[in-house]
T-cell receptor, first 113, second 114 residues
C-alpha cells in the first residue's frame, strides 16, 4: 500500500518556466490537498479538492492551478514560476469518515532561480 | 485573525523523561485537533486526533489533552526515546462543510538526549 506518492522529489526551474507536480493516492480518499511549507511559516494550503472534477482555492492560491480529473490524482501546475515559489510542496489526502487525519506524501523540493 | 501558537524554540529533554508540547490557539473554534510528527525531509505523519468534546486521548506512549476553555492542547510523550526526536505539528480542524480543511501550526522541534 503506497499511500500518497508525489513526483518529482526535487526540481530546479528557471524563472518563467512551467511545470506540473503529480500526486497519486491509492486509498480511495475523497479529499486531496496541496500545501507548501516554508521555514517559519508552517504548512499553508494552496488548493484542495473534495471530489473528482472539483477544486477550490486555499490560503495561497495565486500563481498555481490544479486539476483532479481522476479521484486518485491531484495535479498542481505552475504556469510561470517565480523565485517566491521556491518551497517544499506536500500533497495530502483524507477520508470523509473516521477519526483519521491527513496522509501526506514525501514532498517535492522546488527551487526557482 | 485565527492564530495557532506552538513553541518555536526546540525542546530538549533527557531520555526516559516525559516530553510535553503545547499548542495554543486564538480566534478559533476547532471541532477537532490533530497532532503530527515530521522528520527532516519527510512529510508529516498523523499521530492522534481529539474532538472538542473529549478532554484526553491516549495511544501507546502518547497522550493528548484538549481544553477548549483555555484554547490549548498539550501533547505528552512518556518514557521518551531518542527515536522520538522530530518536529511535532499541531493542526486545527473546523469541521466545516463536512470535509476536513485543517490549519497547521509551525511545529515544535523535540530533541531527546540519550
Amino acid at each position: 500500500n503506497a499511500g500518497v506518492t508525489q513526483t518529482p522529489k526535487f526540481r530546479v526551474l528557471k524563472t518563467g518556466q512551467s511545470m506540473t507536480l503529480l500526486c497519486a493516492q491509492d486509498m480511495n480518499h475523497e479529499y486531496m490537498y496541496w500545501y507548501r511549507q516554508d521555514p517559519g511559516m508552517g504548512l499553508r494550503l494552496i488548493h484542495y479538492s473534495v471530489g473528482e472534477g472539483t477544486t477550490a482555492k486555499g490560503e495561497v492560491p495565486d500563481g498555481y492551478n490544479v486539476s483532479r480529473l481522476k479521484k486518485q490524482n491531484f495535479l498542481l501546475g505552475l504556469e510561470s514560476a517565480a523565485p517566491s515559489q521556491t518551497s517544499v510542496y506536500f500533497c495530502a489526502s483524507s477520508s470523509r469518515q473516521g477519526d483519521y487525519g491527513y496522509t501526506f506524501g514525501s514532498g517535492t523540493r522546488l527551487t526557482v532561480v | 485573525s485565527q492564530k495557532i501558537e506552538q513553541n518555536s524554540e526546540a525542546l530538549n529533554i533527557q531520555e526516559g523523561k516525559t516530553a510535553t508540547l503545547t499548542c495554543n490557539y486564538t480566534n478559533y473554534s476547532p471541532a477537532y485537533l490533530q497532532w503530527y510528527r515530521q522528520d527532516p525531509g519527510r512529510g508529516p505523519v498523523f499521530l492522534l486526533l481529539i474532538r472538542e468534546n473529549e478532554k484526553e486521548k491516549r495511544k501507546e506512549r502518547l497522550k493528548v489533552t484538549f481544553d477548549t476553555t483555555l484554547k490549548q492542547s498539550l501533547f505528552h510523550i512518556t518514557a521518551s526515546q531518542p527515536a522520538d526526536s522530530a518536529t511535532y505539528l499541531c493542526a486545527l480542524d473546523p469541521d466545516s462543510g463536512g470535509y476536513q480543511k485543517v490549519t497547521f501550526g509551525i511545529g515544535t522541534k523535540l530533541q531527546v538526549i540519550p
